[in-house]
């Protein structure tokens, strides 16, 4: 049995299903049985009829009372029969069913699933699945129902799941080894396959998932924590000169640093100072002051003869930082570029021609610098910016351009250490957790949709004032149609019905990246009132002038991602605030906008998202960059998420290169995992 085997090769598996298999992103054997189930109906116990309610899916044992009966509706013929337990009769119903006439007999017993449908106290069991007597096909225990099928039923997947799991039961090779199964109390791995999928009971459902969790969080930290051990034992990275002072670059700005950007500093001026090469992260709330952190870094560079890259997600934050590295470089002697696909083909080749001579100092741009004919002559130090935006895959490629330079990754977004560690667990991290003195509190209040009128006058009172607005509208759901869809109506309600005096603009993520860019530069001379907007505002555009911003349907945002978004404003002299437009009246929904509106610490904010998010709420959870687990939901798996990583520490510190024997399957499940972190 080989587990790379296509899946063509299992039993019940044509031509026809392995295309449908294909599409859930199922090829091998190994594919299929880590297709998990979504969710599970229990069928395995019986209720009486007499307690059963409207829309409920029940497992009834019934005797059948009448035969079957046609009754034709609109086209369509529909089956009914009288069946009966011990406390009351109902009727079984389905369509166009003709063959189950010459399966039911009068008098026999059936079990029976299906949903319950009430009209006047009778009752009515829709298109249930059956069997009979003491058969166990459909009913009788506990169901597996898996994710997205396409056209594959549920039946049918749930048949070819039996047969690959008949095939692998008992020939699985155990990945975890034996003295960490012991330890952590995990099942071995046949038993939790063939459980996660089949469980006979909710605990067996239990003890199967918390391995195969457990599994799947281990292995992701400790390939991270092994490649960050690995970068520490390189000895070959760029050692810049012990003097070139940071102080030199920090005594001429027009502000005194936080002791939180100076310590940060420190860090990573002895990372550069040493001989392995860099890999840290940096995280700061909005408007903790990380640019300037990044500007004293790549000065660090340059005033030791190497080349710097800033890469930053957008067009306009590019120019953004290029024009603040420019004001304040200009007297120091470095020559800053920018970047972005809008420039000239003359002037861009000219810029590149000097970059490659080494006549470029720092190098500012987007995804653009990634581009193959970007040639720096000795590049030194790498900068990603708000780096959720990029994938893994971007931050290598321009780490290629340069001799193992030194990389600094920056994200504002606030994440609790258990979760950093999982996400960046291949970095060091450093933590800007105090903002610049003087920074206003941003106002911000929750109100619900009865309050509109009098949020839009305070709006008209802050435009007469002379300031700006933005409103941003719910990502309705994954899906950019509808996103769009909601962006336009809001715009139009808003345009011509609440304020067909001002100027009102939207912007949103379909758009073609220099569409974005004119209506943001629009915006930022005050050429737009009241901007409506979808998420694509969150990335750090700076607009000193804007001082509101109301957020639709708050409720449906993650807590973080409504940090992100508040930071946008209340980067000006004046007082700002934002408000948070909810619905629904659960205790959740409450406590999510209270924690909003008592606090502006991006990583409390982070905690209490963590702590408060239900499972079924994934919104924002996409802007957390997090990488897609195959069980594990890092929402509800902290504890597992904890014992994972406290195994993952203790392995490595008495093996760090995992080369005892008794971590000999160790190196095998990162090996796979590691591979898998470069491809994303
Ligand atoms: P972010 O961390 O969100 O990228 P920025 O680097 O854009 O924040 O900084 C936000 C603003 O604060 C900028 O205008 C910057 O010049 C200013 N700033 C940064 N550090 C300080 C400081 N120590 N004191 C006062 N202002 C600062
Ligand atoms: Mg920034």
Redesign the pocket.
Known sequence: MDLENDVKYIKGVGPNRVQLLNKLGIYTLKDLITYYPRTYEDRSKPKALCECQEGEEVLIEAVICSRITDIRMSGRTMQKMIIRDETMSATAMWFNQNYLKSIFKVGEKYRFYGKISMKSGKITLMSPVFDKGEQEKNTGRIIPIYPLTYKLSQNTIRKIMENAIQEVYGKLQETLPEYILKQYNLQEINEATKRIHFPEKFEDFNIARKRLVFEELFSVQLALSELKNRYLTEEDGIKFSKDVKMSEVINT?P????KA?LRVLEEIDNNMESNKPMNRLLQ??????????AMCAAYKAVKSGYQAAIMVPTAILATQHFE?FQKMLKDLNIKCELLISGISKKKKEELLQRLVEGKIDILIGTHAILEENVIFKNLGLVVT?EQHRFGVKQRTKIVEKGQKPDVLV?T?TPIPRTLALILYGDLDISI?DEL???RKKIETFAVNKSMTDRVNNFIKKQIEQGRQAYVVCPLVEENEEMDLKSVEKLYENYKKEVFPEYKVDYIHGKMRPKEKDEIMERFKRGEIDILISTTVIEV?V?VPNSNIMVIENAERFGLAQLHQLR?RVG?GEYKSYCILKYEGKGEVVRKRMKVMCDTNDGFIISEKDLELRGSGDFFGTAQHGLPEFKIANLFEDIPILKLAQSAAEQILLKDPNLNNEENRLLKNLIKDKFSDRIEI
């Open positions: 700005l502000f005194k640093l936080t950007q700061g709330d909005v408007g903790s002051g990380k640019t300037v952190v603040n910016d920056m504002a800007i610049p003195p003087n750090g700076d930071g980067r």
